[in-house]
């Protein structure tokens, strides 16, 4: 599988075009974030066109920058000594990549590369660090994704250990639709092999049951969702939990904000 270093192929827009992108973010931490704390981070970022597998940070290097997504979709990815990885986080708008620098981390315990191309928003490392000193709300809203994430991983954990290829495949792609929006994904069997930690013979066995069952079409680099609800049904329930975690967690923080206002 070819992954194209960030160095490489992130292409920056010119002054203009990054002016425009600016009012327009689909970011969702960005477009939550106060707007003086907001406009702090984009005056700072570097509004970027990302490619189809495309590495943002490497595990165990240092990370020069982080990316708040508009679009597109990123893999977290555990790489182990003998070569063999598996997927542990998705991303996408909803969320930022490059959690350690909000801790206070300088490198990346993971491998990020991204699914499909888009665009984010790319500020240095050193560069935000600075900011978020002086923009608690938003350092506190990273730190809430961070955790969000984390039980993500937790859960990708359970499931690759006690679930079916059939089930984790239904599940990925559910994730992976969740973000990008688009029904079609361009996939090859390697690649969810590598994300799903199997062999590509058992995600062409699991691909094809989805296929006959209605769910999917499934050609060469190519993955369509026909029939999502019952996709939903033949996804485990580590997707339901994933996403029940995160309104739980995101239902506690509206609450304290609405008794702040309240007693404002």
């Not at 240095?124 to 984390?150: C, E, N, T, V």
């Amino acid at each position: 599988m070819a992954i194209l270093p960030a160095s490489r192929k992130v292409r920056s827009l010119n002054h203009s075009a990054r002016r425009n992108a600016e009012g327009g973010t689909n970011n969702n931490l960005l477009l939550r974030a106060d707007y003086t704390e907001r406009a702090g981070v984009l005056h700072a970022a570097e509004f970027v066109r990302l490619k189809l597998r495309q590495i943002l940070h490497e595990a165990g290097e240092v990370i020069k920058s982080v990316y708040f997504p508009n679009d597109g979709l990123i893999s977290i990815i555990a790489t182990q000594p003998d070569g063999k990885s598996v997927e542990v986080g998705l991303t996408g708008k909803e969320g930022f990549v490059g959690v350690p620098v909000v801790f206070g981390f300088r490198t990346s315990a993971t491998t990020s590369v991204t699914q499909c191309d888009g665009t984010a928003y790319r500020i240095d490392a050193a560069a935000l660090r600075g900011l978020l000193s002086k923009a608690p709300r938003f350092q506190a809203s990273l730190q809430r994704y961070a955790m969000i994430l984390g039980a993500q991983s937790i859960q990708l954990a359970a499931c690759n250990r006690l679930h079916g290829a059939e089930e984790r495949l239904a599940r990925w792609l559910l994730m992976s639709h969740d973000r990008i929006g688009n029904t079609t994904m361009p996939l090859t069997q390697e690649f969810l092999a590598q994300m799903l930690g199997t062999r590509r013979s058992t995600v062409s066995l699991s691909a094809s049951v989805l296929q006959k069952r209605g769910m999917i079409t499934y050609t060469r680099g190519n993955v369509t969702i026909v029939d999502r609800h019952h996709l939903e049904e033949a996804a485990c329930d580590c997707y339901g939990i994933i996403q029940q975690q995160k309104r739980n967690w995101q239902a506690e923080v509206e609450n304290v904000r609405h008794r702040t206002l309240l007693r404002a």
